[in-house]
């Protein structure tokens, strides 16, 4: 157990270091929260509701996805491929660490840096600038359990789309479709429930909602009570349905290393 | 050889190599394709919802995304090389060029050409056409579709300026050179919708003192016959060739500005 | 008449430094002071200093990258920071970390493109080109792409790539760095090679003391600044006595050993480290008066490197 908390805080130290991509992250999340609130005023000039959805609403989402950003990883991990691939060599070399683990408590660290520091300055933003509601308290704890549980799905996926690796020469092309549709289809660039019904129900089959709209409805409140609880049972559904696809993968992966010779 | 035929002849041998590995770069293109359809989706997803943004309607818009996006696409692959320019500075390999008896400006925008970019350009390219032949109901004369060719060229240019004079900062500033590059997509992002729908503040800014309203939105306005911002009279509306070159004059004198004090304060 | 001159040249950099969160000083940092020196057509120059002695700073102003505070430089007669293109056309350079050779394409490619670049004329290029690839053994991996060459291959493509243009100077930063004792051999034949043959003036930095020896007939140091040295080589290595430097693996620990004409450096159990001065003793004495005294179970002699010479020119003269 404390080996695994040792590699989340070298993963947490690992990004601490990259101050100044930090600053010039936050200063795209504040240009583009601007942009996009901008859109939504236009969008909500004529109705006061669009999509469930009430104008200040629309904005706190805007800012709130534009927090989560960084903390799920939205446009992906390049090198995270090539560091799987190494990390299934070096299991093959009998160093008793399971990679899945040892990768995931490794993001957790790194998740955690990004809450901090990217995560926080967006989301206040768009509540001390467009006078946003904050959670109640028993919707603190819910947010909190659904941002840990946003943050393992987007991991999971990773993990296992990276295993791609594995099979495919340049595995680029799985992590950018991947990417493609995390963007559309998790409610990053327009919320879910601003889909026309049919894509929406599409959206609700995959992982993808679970990474922000969720964390998102459950912070303004949207979602509430037992359809909360639903919403983050549903959540961790997925976060254990995609630990187990990883890890069959990972091991038919590593036995086609072993076969290959590495 | 002058330096352009040689920047041609480098680009030539890059898009030779790329092509070589074809389904990497069949794979780079459709990535390409896809990721830029998203900026579609969003806005088709908007107007499944209401009918109308900032006056215009959704064929309106998607016409206008249409149009910023392929002066954007255009921009991207004849420059798209300038991203590379602070890292190059970093690592020191921004002095090689130096060292060489040609226009540092050709070396840089060579240095990195992708022709997978083109999946970009394709993509909107596309759906330009789709939406003027099917949507747009307006008299697509020969002068109507003038206008609009000579206006996503100019926007192409006017873009390439603007990114020219953020590339310079790099040269200024230590550091600078990560945030322009959220200058140029947020840029993408401003242009593909009307104007009008942005605090007046915003308007000015990109209208008159970084002109990339006129990218797309003064002479698709005109043609859509709309308000327009400022109370710009016609002829003005149509002027981004204008606009176009003196950007260009501008971020030119800029570059070998920035070139000289490189060269004077230190590296 | 000199080919690179240096005149009372200085160069300041204002610095900005942190001090605490917000704070922010600016600072003066001379990195070259009041540097003078001439070189003359044909010389094979080493140019030594430790990191931030000011060499890589003098390199850029005479390569017309950087501009001089105040002083006077001419290369080939010119002012390279006015000049830059004309004099670009009359050196070369290596840099042996940064990539002059475009990194997807095949070696073939970089060199055509640089025959271009520099207006070759074509049958002169062929006719270079054809001698480059068989001096420096070329032919096999000519239409192999840069990024897939090995160090070694790579360093010998750039070498020949900074010589399609005949320059009358080449300016090499590490050209041996990370080579095996083969390939630095052929490296040094071909600088040796056009430099007795062909009067290719050649400005060297290394960190390797057998491309000094075998390659410089003259040295310039600088630190801090400024000029500390400049003479001829042979000169230099008889005024200054080198250590060597020589391990011992004893079979059991023993007591610091005092023997003349070497100094005990350390004692650490088993392992004993001497220093010792080649001209007072031999390596050969040394090592039998440690064995009259204990057994030696392993040992290994090192020879002063260039920090070393550096290190011992600086401090003479400081």
């Keep these: 157990m404390r080996r695994y908390l040792e590699l989340s805080i070298r993963g947490y130290r690992r990004y601490s270091s990259y101050r100044s991509a930090v600053i010039a992250g936050l200063f795209t999340n504040l240009v583009f929260g601007a942009l996009r609130t901008a859109i939504m005023y236009a969008v909500f000039a004529h109705s006061r509701h669009v999509g469930g959805y009430s104008l200040n609403q629309a904005i706190m989402y805007v800012w709130l996805a534009q927090g989560l950003m960084t903390i799920v990883q939205m446009y992906g991990n390049p090198e995270f491929a090539m560091r799987v691939r190494t990390g299934a060599i070096a299991t093959e070399l009998t160093r008793p660490i399971d990679t899945q683990g040892a990768a995931y408590a490794t993001d957790l660290g790194r998740a955690t840096y990004h809450s901090i520091f990217r995560g926080v300055i967006p989301v206040a933003v768009g509540v001390l600038a467009f006078s946003l509601p904050l959670p109640s308290a028993a919707n603190w704890l819910e947010f909190a359990v659904s941002l840990w549980l946003a943050a393992t799905v987007s991991f999971m996926l990773l993990f296992a789309y990276s295993l791609s690796a594995f099979w495919l020469l340049d595995y680029r092309g799985v992590a950018l479709v991947a990417v493609i549709l995390m963007n559309l289809l998790s409610g990053f660039v327009i919320p879910v429930s601003f889909f026309p019904p049919w894509l929406r129900t599409v959206a609700m089959w995959t992982p993808f909602p679970s990474i922000i709209q969720t964390p998102v409805n459950i912070f303004t409140g949207d979602l509430v009570g037992a359809a909360a609880l639903r919403a983050l049972a549903a959540q961790a559904l997925w976060a254990l349905t995609l630990l187990l696809l990883g890890r069959a993968l990972f091991s038919l992966g590593r036995r086609r290393l072993v076969i290959q010779g590495g | 050889m002058s330096t352009i035929a040689i920047y041609a002849r480098l680009v030539r041998l890059q898009v030779r190599s790329q092509l070589q590995y074809t389904t990497n770069f069949l794979m780079s293109v459709l990535a390409t394709f896809l990721f830029t359809s998203l900026d579609l989706a969003t806005i088709l997803v908007i107007f499944s919802n209401i009918r109308t943004l900032g006056g215009w309607t959704a064929q309106q818009v998607l016409l206008l995304y249409g149009a910023a996006a392929s002066s954007y696409a255009l921009a991207d692959m004849l420059l798209g090389s300038l991203d590379r320019l602070p890292q190059l500075i970093r690592e020191g390999n921004f002095d090689s060029m130096l060292f060489r008896p040609r226009s540092p400006f050709f070396q840089l925008l060579a240095s990195d050409f992708m022709l997978s970019r083109g999946g970009r350009l394709a993509q909107s390219i596309i759906v330009v056409i789709v939406i003027c032949t099917v949507y747009i109901h307006i008299a697509w004369t020969a002068g109507a579709i003038l206008v609009l060719t000579v206006a996503v060229i100019s926007g192409a240019v006017i873009l390439g300026a603007v990114w020219v004079a953020g590339a310079c900062i790099s040269f200024w500033i230590e550091g600078a050179g990560e945030f322009v590059n959220t200058f140029s997509s947020g840029a993408l992002f401003v242009t593909q919708y009307p104007l009008n729908i942005y605090a007046q503040w915003l308007q000015a800014t990109v209208t008159f003192i970084i002109p990339i309203g006129f990218v797309i939105y003064m002479p698709t306005s005109y043609l859509l016959h709309k308000a327009p911002i400022f109370d710009m009279p016609s002829v003005l509306r149509l002027s981004s060739p204008l606009v176009a070159g003196a950007a260009t004059a501008a971020a030119a004198a800029l570059w070998r500005s920035s070139i000289r004090h490189y060269r004077s304060a230190g590296g | ?318």
């Design chain 3, 1 to 318: 008449m000199s080919i690179i001159e240096l005149k009372h040249v200085t160069r300041l950099f204002l610095v900005h430094e942190r001090k605490g969160v917000f704070r922010r000083e600016r600072r003066t940092v001379e990195a070259v002071r009041d540097i003078s020196f001439s070189i003359a057509p044909g010389e094979f120059v080493g140019y030594l200093g430790a990191n931030g002695a000011g060499k890589s700073t003098t390199i850029k102003m005479l390569t017309g990258i950087l501009a001089p505070s105040s002083g006077e430089i001419r290369v080939c007669g010119k002012d390279p920071f006015r000049s830059r293109r004309e004099i670009a056309y009359h050196f070369g350079a290596m840099f042996g970390q940064r990539m002059q050779l475009w990194w997807d394409l095949p070696l073939i490619d970089s060199f055509d493109q640089l025959h271009y670049i520099y207006r070759v004329p074509d049958d002169q290029y062929r006719a270079r080109l054809a001698e480059l690839v068989e001096i420096l053994d070329l032919s096999s991996f000519l239409k192999v792409a840069v990024r897939q060459l090995s160090l070694g291959q790579r360093i010998r493509g750039e070498l020949a790539a900074a010589m399609i243009h005949t320059p009358a100077i080449l300016f090499l930063d590490e050209p041996t760095i990370g080579l095996d004792l083969v390939a630095k051999e052929r490296v040094r034949e071909f600088l040796t090679q056009i430099n007795r043959r062909h009067g290719i003036t050649i400005m060297l930095t290394t960190h390797d003391m057998a491309d000094l020896e075998r390659m410089c007939s003259r040295l310039i140091v600088l630190a801090d600044g400024q000029t500390v040295s400049d003479g001829p080589l042979d000169e230099l290595f008889g005024a200054y006595k080198l250590e060597r430097t020589l391990t011992v693996d004893l079979s059991e620990p023993c007591e610091s050993m005092i023997i003349p004409g070497a100094r005990s450096v350390s004692v650490d159990g088993p392992r004993q480290v001497f220093r010792f001065v080649a001209q007072d003793l031999s390596s050969a004495d040394l090592i039998a008066q440690v064995a009259a005294r204990a057994k030696i179970i392993d040992l290994t002699l090192k020879e002063p490197d260039v920090e070393d010479l550096v290190r011992a020119i600086t401090k003479a003269e400081s």
